[in-house]
Each structure stands twice: as structure tokens, then as C-alpha cells.
């Protein structure tokens, strides 16, 4: 078993930043790749960014050069820096987890919402 609790969203500007960060806990040392979805009202979940335990990265084409992921192994977080931010980025953010035997973790998720 695996929790992961997400902090960090809140409301800004377009133009502006925010700063997502998750925190896995239990069976930590299964995890494999480690990442952010996200699901505009409306829409279906879709895939921000995903970090392997090497530290490979994966970014939708909506975000890259907006947003970083970054991952600290040994305290078992992976953040998201999103830069940049756009209306359209406005969504609630779900951290995720896979690990090394394919079993997969949600979050709760945290809402970003971009004003114009």
C-alpha cells in the first residue's frame, strides 16, 4: 500500500506560478515511475508529467518548457513546478504513482485554477 498526498494548488494569475508537491508513504521502496495527471471539468484525466526512479522525464505537449517535475528518492516526493500558467491549465491535479509490480496509486488531487 501507498498514500500520496498532494499540496500546493490555489489560485493565480495567468502569467504566474505555483509550485505542486506530493508525499508518498507505506510500501515507498516499490515505487517505480512517479507523475501528475490532471482533469479539467468536463474532460477526462490526462497525463502532465511522469518521473522514472532514474529520473527520466515524460511531459505532455501542453506543458513542456512551462513546467519542471522533479523527484527526491530518498524523502519520496515528486514536485511540479509550473511556470507560465495559462487558464487552460486550470484543472485538478492528481498525483500518481506505478509501482515496480504494475500496481498503480491516485492521490486525492489539488485544484489549480488560472485567472485570466
Known amino acids: 500500500q501507498v498514500q500520496l498526498v498532494e499540496s500546493g494548488g490555489g489560485l493565480v494569475q495567468a502569467g504566474g506560478s505555483l509550485r505542486l508537491s506530493c508525499a508518498a508513504s507505506?510500501?515507498?521502496?516499490?515505487?517505480?515511475?512517479m507523475g501528475w495527471y490532471r482533469q479539467a471539468s468536463g474532460k477526462q484525466r490526462e497525463l502532465v508529467a511522469l518521473?522514472?526512479?532514474?529520473?527520466?522525464?515524460n511531459y505532455a505537449d501542453s506543458v513542456k518548457g512551462r513546467f519542471i517535475i522533479s523527484r527526491d528518492n530518498a524523502k519520496n516526493v515528486v514536485d511540479l513546478q509550473m511556470n507560465s500558467l495559462k487558464p487552460e491549465d486550470t484543472a485538478v491535479y492528481y498525483c500518481?504513482?506505478?509501482?515496480?509490480?504494475?500496481?498503480?496509486?491516485w492521490g486525492k488531487g489539488t485544484l489549480v485554477t488560472v485567472s485570466t
Open positions: 500518481y504513482t506505478i509501482l515496480i509490480n504494475g500496481v498503480t496509486y
Open positions: 507505506g510500501s515507498v521502496f516499490i515505487i517505480n515511475s
Open positions: 518521473i522514472s526512479r532514474s529520473g527520466s522525464t
